[in-house]
């Protein structure tokens, strides 16, 4: 799981060598526990429902971050989703946008935190999404994301966990 963090971390910070598009640092909490971590995004070149003023676009999204039980102890989460994005076709000053995602996570070690114990390091993430890019490329973005992680019952127990973040994005 080390190997892996370290891996995706130096991915995250060669941002033109491996054609990154966007990077992004989020802050959450949920469930009597903090994140914080960084992203990387790969924009997809397809677009749908381009005839109207809004459009679909996506992203793919590489994640790699850390979570503070109250309990004090650390878990590593690292992960790889991709993000459908409702935005405007022609935006002006501010671009608002809605997106939705489900993902792969692994999380290290097994989640323990009060009553909450997970019973696999495999998870799935989803999440709902709103925010808005701004700037004069666009380049900046900031968004307000609600998460859910759980196995999906693949194993017992299964509790999951819940979260909000914010998400501070800049696009190369």
């Not at 677009?47 to 004090?72: C, I, P, Y």
């Not at 968004?143 to 909000?164: D, E, T, V, W």
């Amino acid at each position: 799981m080390k190997k892996i963090g370290v891996l995706l971390g130096i991915l995250l910070l060669t941002g033109n060598a491996c054609a990154i598009d966007g990077i992004s640092a989020v802050r959450g909490n949920g469930s009597s526990t903090e994140m914080a971590g960084v992203q990387a995004q790969w924009d997809w070149e397809k677009k749908w429902f381009t005839e109207h003023s809004w459009l679909v676009a996506g992203f793919w999204e590489a994640n790699v971050g850390r979570w503070d039980a109250q309990n004090g102890k650390s878990f590593k989460d690292v992960g790889f989703t991709p993000v459908f994005r409702l935005q405007q076709k022609n935006p002006s000053v501010v671009a608002p946008y809605v997106e939705a995602a489900i993902g792969v996570h692994l999380i290290s070690p097994v989640f323990v935190n009060g009553d909450r114990q997970f019973s696999s390091v495999f998870q799935f993430g989803d999440h709902l999404g709103v925010g808005a890019r701004f700037g004069d490329r666009q380049q900046f973005d900031i968004g307000f994301r609600f998460q859910h992680l759980s196995n999906a019952g693949f194993s017992q127990p299964n509790p999951g966990i819940n979260y909000n973040e914010i998400r501070l994005a800049y696009h190369f």
